[in-house]
């Protein structure tokens, strides 16, 4: 490695060590030494190296010979490619050189327990194939290889085979492969026909897709035939006829390896369409049973979809329209069928047909509509009604104003008719009034795929959601939820479209808060009915929408309109409303004084200012958090105060680091802390103490997941509160909320700051605390730290989780006497992967896990019945030796569950007690 070598003297010390040394005598290190000195000279002494011209590759090739050890065959073959890639010269040396790494081919090597080395079976793979796929002068010699071990019974080396044909076909071409594509077919045509397995039969459809592909960009001589043309039809020869069987099991093998053929180039897909679309058609026609067609169709659709995977010049002519009618005419038959699967391939192949460009007619495309609009509106299979929707989403995008003309119309007139159950000797003819206003309702928001009809869909589902405010059957909260769902998706159909984005942030956000504020501002003392958009599930609903809205990173339009909510919220004012003259001033703030229906409105400002992109700063942010603040400690109504204390959160989450966050948490901490001081005979205590431990816990999560210094001293004060009689279940139950992913504030939709790995940290922060609080515990408080424990273990990854067993299982054991069934089944569900991976050690303690685990299936609970059958279950999984003595005593005690008076529970119970009879019987 010396820089300062003299010029010459690698040489020297190669031939020495060419000629004097016998590399294959030495010990493993030495030879490891000698291919490192190789590998350094090749680095910094090349052009000297390349003197010695094929003399160094015999050199190496006799170093080489024999080697065994793991460690070293990385090294050497390293060398090798880098022999081939650098050009070093081979001279009468290739089969010799091929020969000398190709004798490994293919690895067969499984490292042993607690390898300190950490070399797997994968890196010699990946190396190995590097060397023999480096150079097209190997193919005469790999080739022939790979067709051997194709014939192999050895799954291991048909897949490792298949991959090394697929990573040469990138620099073989004509020439390399010509003399093998006959025999290359014929074993990749056999596994993917007699396929034992998925993986082969993928890594053959990969590996013919890399011929085709290679042979694609070989260049025609005017003089020689085509070699695409002729290995195709001999593709098309061997598979065209199984597509006439569509009731035979080699029908898709046979469509699979056509299409994988079609993938590699527009001449191949060209090429094997031509052939194709012809003979599908005519077996369409030909065959009657709905089976049979719907095979066909599919195969189709496939062939369809190919197509568009290639450019064409503006001038060619999509190779489809020779079959556009014929095409047309089979799909909308395949969507007037009685058959549910034909309706559903139907409708995707009719996307697939509408997304090819400039194909489909405008009267196409209209009666494309009309059925889709049929099976939306009358289908009565929720499947083909599903499957209708995603066809209408997909073509909408291309085709917009068939959809204005056409469904908007019809979905609006159905949205404004009142119907009548009708039913024929007590059999439902169609979906019922209430279900297709739900279909009508998805469907707006399914097309709501371009500007322009976004335009029509909004005001129609705003109408409709302002309508079930006077309604009366006693659905409209759960159709109110349906509309906002649906509002939500236009939203996230919107992000990116700058026409669709703004048209939505206008109308949309202030129409949503008008009329939640309209409702809330009501006389609460009148007998004027507050109606649906005052309760909670309505206005979290109203949340999610506005949420999607302002987290789609817009900077500008967001930064203006977010001043205007929040100048709405603290100063009343109503100008950015649509409808602006309120009966009552809205102020939300003014607590006490304010009513619950106008306070709980901060979930709409939660929604907005927290989703909002951390670099826009949200105006009057400090005066915000103050009128925040109070009335997370002073409003008596649940979901306010849940919702400021979720807001205040959100803020500080993405406040900027600094002196002034640092006196906003010192505020907030003082507040907490008198906040949470038990004073005996204060009235209402218990509701205050509420209060502020709910803030306590949700700012906690918000600095636990940006790593701030104060996030391990409020998380100390939660674990503190396990022990207090009033707030101990509380906190327990808030462990829950620390690790696990929130919905609607403090995740990575809403831009919130999360570190990575914060959940692993938690861990080893304070399941130590857990641990020692829960030993020194009283009795009652006991189950408190178990349930905490446990809310965090289930939220590791099994891997470090599995690290911490030994310390943690007792404990672990321990809560399943817990009498807290959602202790109970936190812990079965830490220990159900633990029963499967960690043998050894839960082969310890087998006694006392089935004594518990049998206990548990007779619990109360349906879950814990459940879970604790899956244990048993796993359980069969430990050493035959450690769990037979149990096998009686379980079988006998599993018989009651298999009574239970829950279906789940008895399946779990027969699938539980079937391993346990196996247990011990030959071949288990």
């Known amino acids: 490695m010396s820089s300062v070598l003299p010029e010459g003297l690698a040489v020297t010390m190669l031939k020495a060590l060419f000629q004097e040394v016998h590399v294959q005598s030495l010990m493993q290190s030495d030879r490891h030494s000698v291919y490192t000195i190789i590998s350094n000279l090749m680095d910094t002494r090349e052009q000297e190296l390349k003197s010695l011209a094929a003399d160094f590759t015999f050199g190496f090739i006799q170093a080489m010979d024999g080697e065994k050890d793991p460690r070293n065959l990385l090294m050497a073959f390293q060398i090798s490619r880098d022999i081939i890639v650098n050009n070093y010269e081979l001279g009468n040396f290739v089969e010799e050189f ?32 590097s060397v023999l796929t480096a150079t097209p002068r190997f193919a005469e010699f790999l080739l022939p290889l790979l067709i051997e071990k194709l014939d192999s019974d050895v799954q291991s080396a048909k897949v ?65 035939e085509d070699s695409l043309d002729e290995f195709l039809n001999n593709v098309l020869q061997d598979c065209k006829h199984h597509l006439c069987e569509p009731d035979m099991k080699l029908v898709w093998p046979s469509a699979k390896l056509l299409q994988a053929a079609a993938s590699a180039s527009y001449r191949a897909c060209s090429k094997i369409n031509s052939c194709i679309f012809p003979l599908l058609l005519e077996q369409f026609n030909k065959h009657k049973q709905s089976s049979q067609r719907w095979t066909i169709l599919g195969i189709l659709k496939i062939f369809i979809k190919l197509i568009q995977k290639w450019d064409r010049d503006e001038e060619d002519e999509n190779p489809l329209c020779a079959f556009k009618d014929q095409l047309c005419v089979l799909v909308f038959s395949a969507l007037t069928d009685s058959s549910v699967q034909l309706q559903m391939v139907g409708t995707s192949t009719l996307a697939v047909l509408a997304s090819q460009k400039d194909l489909l007619s405008s009267s196409d495309i209209e009666l494309s509509v009309d059925h889709l609009n049929r099976l939306i509106l009358q289908e009565a299979d929720p499947q083909v009604c599903a499957a209708a929707l995603e066809a209408s989403t997909i073509i909408s995008a291309i085709h917009p104003s068939a959809f204005i003309t056409k469904m908007v119309p019809a ?22 009034g209430n279900a297709l206003h739900q279909r009508s309702i998805q469907a707006l928001a399914a097309i709501s795929t371009h500007p322009s009809i976004v335009k029509r869909t909004v005001p129609v589902l705003l109408q409709h959601l302002t309508n079930l405010q006077k309604g009366t059957s006693g659905n409209e909260s759960e159709m109110a939820i349906l509309i906002c769902q649906s509002l939500q998706l236009v ?61 789609d990173g817009e900077t500008e339009r967001a930064s203006r309109t977010i001043s205007q909510i929040v100048a709405l919220y603290l100063d009343g004012d109503v100008s950015s409303l649509p409808e602006n003259n309120l009966s009552r001033k809205f102020q939300p703030f003014q607590s006490p004084d304010s009513p619950w229906p106008q306070t709980q409105l901060i979930a709409l400002l939660q929604a907005a200012v927290c989703s909002l992109p951390k670099n826009i700063i949200v105006p009057q942010q400090g005066r915000l958090l103050e009128r925040l603040m109070e009335l997370a400690c002073t409003s008596d109504h649940r979901f306010t105060y849940t919702s400021a204390a979720k807001c205040i959160a959100g803020l500080i989450n993405k406040y900027p680091a600094g002196e002034q966050l640092d006196s906003v948490l010192q505020d907030v901490l003082k507040k907490i802390d008198s906040g949470l001081e038990r004073n005996a005979g204060v009235c209402a205590q218990a509701t205050s103490r509420t209060r502020v431990f709910t803030l306590l816990l949700w700012l906690t999560k918000s600095l636990v997941l940006r790593y701030h210094s104060l996030a391990a001293t409020l998380t100390d004060k939660l674990i503190q509160l396990l022990t207090d009689p009033d707030l101990g279940t509380e906190a327990a139950d808030g462990f829950s909320v620390l690790v696990s992913d929130s919905s609607d504030v403090l995740n990575k939709a809403t831009h919130a700051d999360i570190r990575i790995m914060y959940r692993q940290r938690f861990f080893t922060e304070n399941v130590p605390k857990l641990v020692q609080g829960f030993h020194s515990a009283s009795e009652g408080n006991k189950s408190n730290y178990l349930k ?68 548990l299936t007779s619990s109360p609970a349906m879950k814990v019945r459940i879970a604790s059958l899956q244990c048993m279950h796993a359980l069969t999984k430990l050493p035959p030796h450690v769990i037979l003595p149990h096998k009686s005593q379980v079988i006998q005690a599993l018989a009651k569950p298999l009574d239970d008076k829950k279906r789940l529970v008895r399946k779990e119970a027969v699938r539980a007690r079937g391993e346990w009879f196996l247990l011990g019987s030959p071949g288990s």
């Open 788 to 855: 905490a424990l446990s809310h965090v273990l289930n939220s590791l990854p099994k891997q470090v989780l599995m690290t911490e067993l030994p310390s943690l299982l007792t404990l672990l054991l321990e809560a399943l006497s817990c009498s807290d069934q959602v202790v109970q089944l936190s812990t079965l569900g830490c220990l159900h992967p633990l029963l499967l991976d960690a043998t050894q050690t839960m082969s310890l303690h087998v006694d006392t896990l089935v004594n518990k685990l049998l206990n």
């Open 160 to 224: 490792d085979s298949l991959r090394t044909l697929t990573t040469c076909c990138r620099d073989y071409r004509k020439k390399e492969l010509k003399e093998f594509l006959p025999a290359l077919w014929h074993s990749i045509r056999r596994e993917v026909f007699q396929t034992a397995s998925e993986k082969i039969e993928a890594e053959g459809l990969a590996a013919l897709q890399a011929l085709s592909t290679s042979l694609s960009k070989s260049v025609i001589d005017s003089d020689a």
């Open 411 to 432: 979905l609006t007139q159905d949205l404004n008719t009142e119907r009548m159950e009708v039913k024929d000797d007590g059999e439902p003819l169609a979906p019922s």
């Open 98 to 129: 091929f020969e000398i790494t190709s004798c490994y081919f293919p690895i067969d090597f499984t490292p042993p327990p607690n390898d300190p080395h950490g070399i797997s079976q994968e890196e010699l793979v990946l190396s190995l194939r």
């Open 491 to 551: 939203a996230e159909h919107c992000r990116g479209a700058e026409e669709s984005n703004q048209y939505f942030h206008q109308m949309v956000v202030p129409c949503l808060l008008g009329l939640a504020i309209q409702t809330a501002v009501q006389d609460c003392a009148s007998e004027v009915r507050l109606g649906i958009l005052c309760e909670e599930q309505v206005i979290t609903a109203f949340g999610t929408v506005i949420s999607t809205a302002y987290s």
